[in-house]
């Protein structure tokens, strides 16, 4: 994608190629859905700490995977969508036992397990503010490289299919 970018940017001028250039890099294939992607962007966007997906923590023999993890400080952000609870009564009673099972024992091995649900993502910046918040005992400022990813979304990436949207339609 690095080498798309480099192509476009000698064709054309308006590209902002160095935020598409640090975009790109902070991209990760680890996140399931764009639910997660818009998550780990916006905490890529204030965290001092390195910021991983798909974060493998054992615990008790049992072996989780952290949807988002700042694994420096035990904590983990976790995306709740409906995919994961299956499609009919036994398994959404099959994926609540489990659930519960697997927040006890993280909790337990000492990690903070955070939530994000879809409704959160009506407000980016609340969001931000939210994340910069829970960040806030652990380092004193947003790291230049970190906040040089942040920008509101603009009203293009809004559209009539999309799950959440930047601006009022």
């Known amino acids: ?17 160095k935020r ?8 990760d294939p680890g996140c399931d859905n764009p639910a997660e992607a818009a998550l780990l962007w916006v905490l890529k966007s204030v965290s001092a700490f390195e910021v ?17 993890a700042i694994p420096g400080l035990m904590i983990i952000f976790e995306f709740d969508g409906i995919g994961k609870l299956g499609k009919d009564d036994t398994e959404f009673a099959r994926a609540k036992r489990d659930w519960i099972q697997r927040e006890n024992d993280l909790r337990s091995a000492g990690w903070r397990i955070h939530r994000v649900s879809w409704r959160d993502y009506e407000d980016f ?8 918040k829970l ?17 509101l979304p ?13 601006h009022a339609r």
């Open 125 to 132: 910046a609340a969001l931000r503010a939210w994340a910069i």
């Open 154 to 166: 603009t009203e293009a990436c809004d559209g009539p299919s999309r799950r959440f949207h930047v």
């Open 52 to 68: 991983v997906t798909q974060f493998e923590i054992v615990v008790n023999g049992r072996r989780y995977f952290a949807d988002i």
């Open 1 to 17: 994608m690095l080498e798309c970018l480099d192509l476009y940017r000698q064709q054309k001028e308006c590209v902002p190629y």
């Open 135 to 151: 960040l806030r005992p652990h380092q004193v400022a947003i790291p230049e490289h970190a906040e040089a990813l942040w920008a």
């Open 20 to 27: 598409a250039q640090r975009l790109i890099a902070a991209a």
